[in-house]
């Protein structure tokens, strides 16, 4: 059991008895519910300025050394969408994950200050944002590595769901500015530093995690057929040279889209940047190719290599797991918070099945396959959706020897039920 005081775990009976209820005796939404990876689908479609979201989990997680902890969580999740004029507009995303389970040693509550900032647009074809935004780039599920900002901006983990990591991390503080025309649009990012070193406070802004270091960003998007429209990216920050990259997708015959998502420059490998090793900059790629194929039953199937040239390859990660555990660690650390893979190759296998056996009952799931070790971490959600209430049990487990990409986490199986209630 984690520790905790009988104050602070007697919230779970009463919040899952208050979303049950308002569950109870209603009938199932619309289809517009039905369950995507990318966003809480069983959210009020009509536009609100205020929403707030509250989710429960409760749930286990067998450890490898023999124990078992119990883990609740209560989440609030607030969106705030105000338009003051037709030109001006602000927006606000805010987390507050209570007893988190991947939150620091004793730590009560952790709150994710996702986005905070104004967004105007005097003309139809510009736009000016300014603030903490959470900009995402990239059109692969599992690996974006045109992401520039995903860098150290997870604060705490409710769900392994590669989307719900997207949309529930910190932004960078930026200025963002977009022009606009037929068939395209530019651009551009910058966000400065603000801080040198990150934040455990659990009600911190944490500028330090987003904004440690200047980081600028050039997107070009410019149609050049009726199914091909390719985005192009310069990327830079200090320590690393200017890093190119492209996003594309296309049609492949009626029911199927391939995409690739790529980017490269010279740089250190990875090892050398977490252990702040003196090293050669090298041109080094980053890749994701996949493709998604959808039945007319309302499965969706998605295949994914996932590449890494800065990454570990088969002899120095094994050397990696046979050496000092003390770097071994720090690199695993490193990897993880920059959201990269541990192991020059990778694989991502998706699947989603809307309506399996009812209406409204979704089942979701991914396995990510180390191709140099051979570890794996398959997750599966089931979740059915009522009107304003949706209910889920979530499992997952890590496979693999105990030094090995997804073997190494202390955790093996876990499983947990989550309630979200979307007033």
Known sequence: MRNAVAMRSAWLPAAFLWMTAAAAGVEPGDDSAALTLAAPVGAPAEFRPVSLTAEAAAGQSEQRAGSTIDEQRLSLDLHYDQRWSAALRTIVDDRLDLDPASAPPDAQAINVLKQAYVSGQWRPDWVLDAGRINARQGVAYGYNPTDLFRADAIRTVDSLDPNSLRDNRLGSVMIRGESLWDGGAITASYSPRLAGTASTAPFAADWGATNSQNRWQVALTERLGAQLSPQWLLSGAPGTDPQVGVNLTTAVGGAAVAYLEASGGRSKGAWAQALDLPGPQALRGRAAIGVTYDTIDRLSLTLEYEYDGAALGRGAWNAARRGDPRSYGIYREFVAAQQDPATLHGAFVYAAWHDV????????????????????????????????????????????????????????????LVLDYYL
């Open 357 to 416: 056996a009812v209406r409204h009952l979704d089942l979701s799931g991914f396995v990510r396959i180390d191709l140099v070790d051979h570890s794996r971490l398959p997750w599966l959600e089931m979740r059915y959706h009522f009107t304003r209430v949706d209910a889920a049990l979530r499992w997952q487990n890590d496979l693999g020897g105990v030094t090995t990409d997804y073997g190494a986490a202390a955790s093996g199986r876990t499983w947990q």
